[in-house]
């Protein structure tokens, strides 16, 4: 599965910003999705996942009321809405899918995309 990551660039703190996951695989939709970010110096974190069927989002507590993520299977796409944008969100956002269960956990991620790039400015 080919996942490619857009939608990043710079924002206002208190902006919004849509990130999507394009993926290259037509039964995308038994594939659970995950995001997740990482910043300069600090380990890759968890941010939010949805279950193959779209029926189930998980959001990490730090984003948890700001962000929302949904997936659009007849476009083998998901989406990453990032409201009320703070400078400790900058990152680049990576979208990772894996074989139907969801999960927070990176390690059980099989496909990876390239990462898109969130500034946030003060």
């Known amino acids: 599965v080919r996942l490619v990551e857009s939608g990043g660039g710079l924002a206002q703190a208190g902006g919004s910003l849509r990130l999507s996951c394009a993926a290259s695989e037509r039964t995308f939709s038994s594939y659970s999705v995950g995001w997740f970010r990482q910043a300069p110096g600090k380990e890759r974190e968890f941010v939010a996942a949805i279950t193959w069927r779209g029926d189930k989002t998980y959001l990490s507590d730090s984003v948890k009321g700001r962000f929302t993520m949904s997936r659009d299977n007849d476009r083998n796409t998901v989406y990453l809405q990032l409201n009320s944008l703070k400078p400790e969100d900058a990152a680049v956002y990576f979208c990772?899918?894996?074989?139907?269960?969801?999960?927070?956990?990176?390690?059980?991620?099989?496909?990876w995309g390239q990462g898109t790039q969130v500034t946030v400015s003060s």
């Open positions: 990772a899918a894996k074989y139907y269960r969801v999960s927070n956990d990176s390690l059980e991620y099989d496909y």
